[in-house]
């Protein structure tokens, strides 16, 4: 079908003068999806000719809209509304003028060059969406976006390592006083199409015109309410073919598991919020390298001896290498919580993310609209803040539930254990607890998301700390449940195999890990399958619809999977560091596990989002966010487990009452908590380089783009500020006073 040609008059003419002329220099960057209210054969039953009251139609109209639609460009189209809501109105219709009114908003209220096609089966209008390099500065000047200013040569101490960042501005006004000769043109660094310096470029990568263009939208429309009405389908970013095939080649593939990643490539195509995430694991992986080496060869030496439950009185090897374990594994475990803050800090400073930012809502955020007091924007408020209370409270509610259904799970596994003997009875157990963690965790995380969903979170940060408690607090219980149990109850309920529970600990471990080694494969293959199943189906369709016309590049990419945050690839590799800390001294080979782990996690991760999924939105960061919190508790809370593994699972201590391994085990710990302490105290969570580069920018920022003078006796003698004399005696000098005395 043609382009436009089941559009009005109006949303044609629209379409057809929108030309490529010379000043858009830069690649489409954005695709909106639409459903097609013009081609009802293959339209679902909510936008068939469903009858509403002109006070709905109204409403259902006018919400999607954040502009006065009463300028003259808008006037064909309140004509034609009016006329709609004094007749019949219907979905229809009403979703009909929804979509003229966007198109005329895109290319008369934002200026913007729009290429619109309706997919092969009718059902869907496409719009590629580019601007100006100068519609882009509009934008960047109204919501002070920030742009990192050229380097200048004489820079050379360490906190000058990064050039400053500073809000874009578009038209500079000189200052009435000012030692400083401004320009027009203030030094911001510039970029080809890829994001890569260039002298003369542009002054926004690709990944900044996607931000900017968003903004763009979202101040014109209602991008939550388009959504639910079920006028907007998709919003996505369009993958760059050549960035996307390097980073595909050189970093998605698993010819060069161990080869370092460019992390500021993932950064300048996928964002820092999923760089961030890439940067921790990498950081993680490295981290593994010395506890692998050490675990494996105590490992050896422990499994060489075999005598962790020997009762002789005399410490063995084994049980020196077993202690010696425990103590490296624990304190190992602040050095990741504290040197990774410094490099997330620096991070953070290096791409220019350290400051707080403003959130926009979530577009499901719902609320009634009036005018914020604070930003002096209209924006959805709540206006029952009880219902929400109450929601929240049994979204955490919910949690409880789904935990006592893992402890009926464990309960019934080590009752079928107990029916079984030998190591195969151990493997089998190990095996099906690893699925029932994948199931139940599968089955929750889905539950989870509807909760927080219902919970109505306004911003995005919000919404995602609260998933990720809730999913950690569950698999927290899932994943370790069994393994606390074997540690320190099944001894004294039921017995352990050979009467060793740290045998039996060590066995449960290694299974859970070489199982999950497994179900990582089966992530792979997952999406991929779904994937071309979608498109099997698609074509089947497209073949009895009798279609042949070949799918253009936007419709295929929206086919893919939605990709939003990293969340679920957090989960997974800390659950997995859960593991190693909390439990490793009974598996000495955990970090080397752990490290297989981590590297085929990497190298999945990176696959998955060069070839299976959408182009995510490039989404800003300056942490972890709430992860940092949950790794550092998981440290504490290993160092307590550990210790108590050592004195209670085993009998490295002969002590021969409870009472001594209690007064033992708080000795030990509160030791090992206090060398975790200095040495978070003795490692700063920031470098001195960052906060110096800090300050130092803010000075340079404000006198390159606003020529605001640091130096107090300059400003006094170019401002002409004086103090005035007072009208009062003044004092000579330091005798007249002694003297009157």
């Known amino acids: 079908m043609e382009s436009g040609k089941s559009l009005s008059p109006s949303a044609q003419r629209a379409l057809l003068s929108s030309k490529l002329s010379a000043e858009f220099i830069q690649p489409y960057d954005l695709v909106m999806v639409f459903k097609n209210p013009f081609e009802l054969k293959n339209y679902s039953a909510e936008f068939l000719d469903v009858e509403l009251s002109k006070e709905e139609a109204s409403k259902a109209f006018e919400r999607c809209f954040r502009v006065s639609l009463e300028s003259e460009e808008y006037s064909e189209i309140n004509e034609k509304l009016n006329q709609v809501l004094n007749s019949s109105p219907t ?11 966007i198109l005329v908003t895109l290319q008369h209220r934002l200026q913007m060059d729009v290429v619109a096609h309706v997919s092969r089966d009718l059902d869907e209008v496409f719009m590629k969406l580019r601007t100006s390099e100068e519609n882009f ?64 470029g542009t002054l926004f990568r690709n990944i900044d015109r996607i931000r900017l263009m968003k903004s763009m939208l979202s101040s014109v429309f209602d991008v939550g309410e388009l959504y639910f009405q079920g006028i907007l389908l998709s919003m ?13 080649s050189t970093w998605g593939n698993f010819y060069s598991l161990f080869k370092n990643q460019n992390i500021q490539e993932v950064r300048l195509y996928f964002g820092e919020k999923i760089s961030m995430y890439f940067a921790w694991l990498n950081f993680y992986v490295k981290w593994l390298y010395i506890p692998s080496v050490i675990g494996f060869l105590l490992g050896i030496i422990i499994y060489a001896t075999n005598d962790l439950n020997d009762s002789s009185g005399d410490m ?39 400051s707080e930012e403003y959130e926009e809502q979530r577009p499901q955020f719902k609320g009634v609209y009036q005018k914020d007091p604070i930003t002096g924007k209209m924006k959805k408020v709540v206006s029952d803040l009880r219902k929400v209370r109450v929601r929240r409270i049994l979204g955490y509610g919910i949690i409880v539930v789904f935990v006592w259904v893992v402890i009926a799970c464990v309960v019934a596994l080590f009752l079928y254990r107990a029916s079984l003997s030998g190591d195969w009875g151990i493997r089998i157990v190990g095996i099906l607890t690893a699925l029932q963690i994948k199931v139940l965790n599968f089955i929750y995380r889905y539950v989870a998301r509807k909760m927080t969903d219902w919970e109505n979170f306004e911003t995005d940060s919000e919404y995602n700390n609260s998933l990720t408690i809730k999913l950690f607090c569950f698999q927290f219980v899932n994943s370790y449940s069994s393994l606390f149990y074997i540690a320190f109850f099944k001894g004294n309920n039921e017995g352990c195999t050979y009467d060793d529970c740290m045998y039996e600990l060590a066995m449960q471990l290694g299974t859970i890990f070489i199982t999950n080694v497994f179900l990582n494969a089966i992530e792979i293959g997952t999406p991929f399958v779904f994937w071309k199943l979608r498109m099997r189906k698609e074509n089947k369709r497209m073949h009895e619809l009798g279609i042949t016309q070949a799918m253009t590049v936007e419709e295929r990419e929206n086919k893919l999977d939605v990709y939003d945050t990293p969340l679920d690839d957090y989960m997974e590799v800390v659950i997995t560091y859960g593991y190693i800390v909390l439990f490793g001294v009974a598996f000495p080979f955990s970090p080397l596990f752990g490290l297989v782990l981590g590297v085929i996690e990497l190298k999945v991760d990176a696959w998955k989002l060069c070839s299976i999924y959408k182009r995510p939105f490039p989404l800003r960061a300056k942490s972890i966010g709430v992860w940092n919190y949950i790794i550092q ?3 504490y809370i290993g160092c307590g487990t550990t210790i108590a593994i050592i004195l209670f699972t085993t009998d490295v201590f002969d002590f021969s009452s409870t009472g001594k391994r209690w007064v033992c085990f708080l000795v030990l710990e509160h030791l090992l908590f206090a060398a975790k302490l200095l040495i978070s ?20 920022a404000n006198e390159k783009v606003y020529g605001r003078l640091s130096d107090v006796d300059k ?11 007072l009208e009062e005696r003044h004092l000579t000098s330091m005798s007249e006073v002694i003297n009157e005395q």
């Open 91 to 101: 979905k229809k219709k009403i979703a009909q003028l929804q979509l003229e009114t």
């Open 137 to 200: 500065q509009v934008q960047a000047d109204l919501i002070d976006y920030e742009l990192q200013l050229k380097e200048d040569p004489e820079d050379i101490l360490p906190f000058q390592e990064v050039a400053p960042y500073a809000p874009f501005e578009k038209k500079i006004e000189k200052p009435v006083f000012s030692y400083l000769e401004l320009s027009q043109d203030v030094p911001y660094k510039r970029y080809d199409q890829y994001g890569h310096e260039k002298e003369k």
């Open 236 to 248: 996505f970013p369009l993958h760059q073919n050549k960035p996307k095939v390097e980073l595909k």
């Open 316 to 354: 063995s090897a084994g049980e020196v290498c077993t202690f010696l374990f425990a103590v490296f594994i624990s304190v190992n475990s602040t050095l990741l919580d504290q040197l990774w803050l410094r490099n997330q800090n620096t991070l953070a400073w290096k791409w220019g993310f350290y």
């Open 633 to 635: 508790a998981l440290s």
């Open 681 to 700: 105290a003795a490692i700063p969570d920031c470098p001195s380089k960052v906060t110096q580069g800090l300050n130092w920018s803010k000075r340079i």
């Open 715 to 725: 400003e006094r003698s170019m401002r002409q500020l004086e103090f005035v004399p």
